[in-house]
């Protein structure tokens, strides 16, 4: 995957597109479609290649246990907050960068606090360059995958790979997730290869906010191909 000037990109990008201004994107494994493996946890203290993308208003992450884990997730997980329709929060990494075959297996688990106003749950986004080539303003798209309502208080697994994603190019202060939940066409992983065969996913997380006021929920666990992050207290 070849990369042009990244940081020139960041200030239009409102996504997880803002990663490539963070730090050097890790080149696909060719002997390894499914990059990265092993199970490796996220802490206060050890990021592990996830930062805050694009967080905006007064939206909060923090590490905590109030919210219990998944199976197998430690004692704790992320918890999300935004007050506001206007608050938006990520976390994402660029570790699990390229095909974007290496996504059809993908998943993570999430709660929703049962003191939340809001019936909506953390989505899954994926930054691509459209055409793998050099990294232009006009090859940023945004893959976002927007789960179903889940009961209050369960944690519930969502499996990325196998759902349906939104893909729009962000052009400007565009949002893709509030695009898509308002009707955006979705489309299949395998449907967005066969269309976009040289499509390249550079950085990928998940995403709250953008019409989600009064949102308070968890995840942990977020897995890509043979990669899990552990979003753990510590």
């Not at 597109?17 to 080149?27: E, S």
């Not at 297996?105 to 049962?114: I, L, M, Q, T």
């Not at 749950?121 to 090859?139: H, N």
């Amino acid at each position: 995957m070849r990369r042009g000037p990244r940081n020139a990109l960041a200030g239009a990008a409102t996504a997880l597109a803002a990663l490539v201004a963070v730090g050097a994107v890790q080149p696909a494994l060719a002997f390894d479609p499914f990059g990265p493996s092993g199970t490796v946890v996220v802490t206060p203290t050890s990021s592990n290649q996830f930062a805050g993308t694009y967080d905006r208003g007064a939206g909060s992450r923090e590490f905590s246990t109030r919210l219990g884990a998944p199976p197998g997730g430690g004692a704790g997980a992320l918890e999300l907050r935004t007050p506001g329709d206007d608050d938006r929060i990520q976390f994402g990494t660029d570790e699990i960068a390229g095909p974007l075959s290496r996504f059809r297996s993908s998943s993570y688990w999430a709660v929703r606090d049962p003191e939340s106003t809001s019936g909506a749950m953390p989505s899954f986004q994926i930054a691509v360059d459209i055409d793998g080539g050099d990294l232009a303003p006009r090859d940023l798209h945004i893959l976002s995958y927007v789960p179903d309502p889940a009961p209050a208080g369960t944690w519930t697994r969502y499996d990325v790979g196998s759902g349906t994603f939104c893909l729009a190019r962000q052009i400007g202060a565009a949002d893709a997730y509030r695009d898509c939940v308002a009707g955006g066409e979705r489309r299949t992983l395998d449907q967005i290869i066969e269309a976009y065969p040289q499509a390249t996913g550079y950085a990928a997380g998940v995403n709250q906010g953008g019409g989600t006021a009064g949102l308070v929920s968890a995840v942990d666990l977020v897995q890509v191909g043979n990669r899990t992050y552990d979003l753990d207290p510590g």
